[in-house]
């Protein structure tokens, strides 16, 4: 087991994350050590999914401005254990909005990514899960959301398997850093 700190730099009890003995990998808290690699996975996540390069310098000032900022969110990492490497093969982050009418924050789930060869393997059922135990763990916390590209179907179809739906809702943006190519729903 790996013992983590709380998320949001708040003092609580540290978070127990267990390794699963059916699967070559676990579920942990970014470090950051783990840095590059997120630079990498972001970088290829906004080429894949939005057909956007990044800056890289940019890139890494946001994520490091996360590791040491819990308030901000945080990072989970999976890690293989296969072979004599533990290299990291799948990321998610969270990020916090608070809900007046609920009192409670969700967690926003983004910056999902999967390395290639490591997809239709679990990694994101399994970070999901972790994510699900911790936020139902807390009194704080009164659900869990994300956001996906309307044309990005396979992440549509992965996120339904694991028990999320549609929201009523909508998000719109003025986006003051990256323009945004417009897109329509479905049906408009």
Request: hydrophobic share 40%; glycine share 6%.
């Amino acid at each position: 087991m790996v013992e983590e700190s709380a998320s949001r730099g708040e003092a609580s009890p540290p978070i127990l994350l267990a390794m699963s003995h059916r699967e070559p990998f676990v579920v942990r808290r970014a470090r950051p050590e783990d840095l590059d690699r997120l630079v990498t996975f972001n970088a290829a996540m906004a080429l894949e999914t939005e057909g956007r390069t990044l800056d890289p310098q940019v890139l890494r000032r946001g994520i490091l401005a996360v590791l040491e900022s819990p308030g901000r969110g945080f990072y989970l990492v999976t890690e293989s254990r296969e072979g004599a490497d533990q290299a990291v093969i799948g990321q998610l982050m969270i990020t916090y909005e608070w809900s007046d009418w609920r009192n409670a924050a969700f967690w926003w789930i983004q910056s999902v990514y999967v390395d290639p060869p490591w997809r239709r393997r679990g990694v994101y059922r399994r970070m999901h899960e972790e994510v699900l135990e911790q936020a139902r763990a807390r009194d704080d916390v009164c659900g869990v959301r994300l956001y996906v590209e309307a044309g990005n179907t396979t992440a549509q179809t992965v996120y339904k398997r694991v028990g999320l739906s549609h929201s009523s809702y909508w998000v719109f943006e003025l986006d003051f850093v990256l323009a945004k190519r417009p897109t329509r729903p479905q049906g408009e």
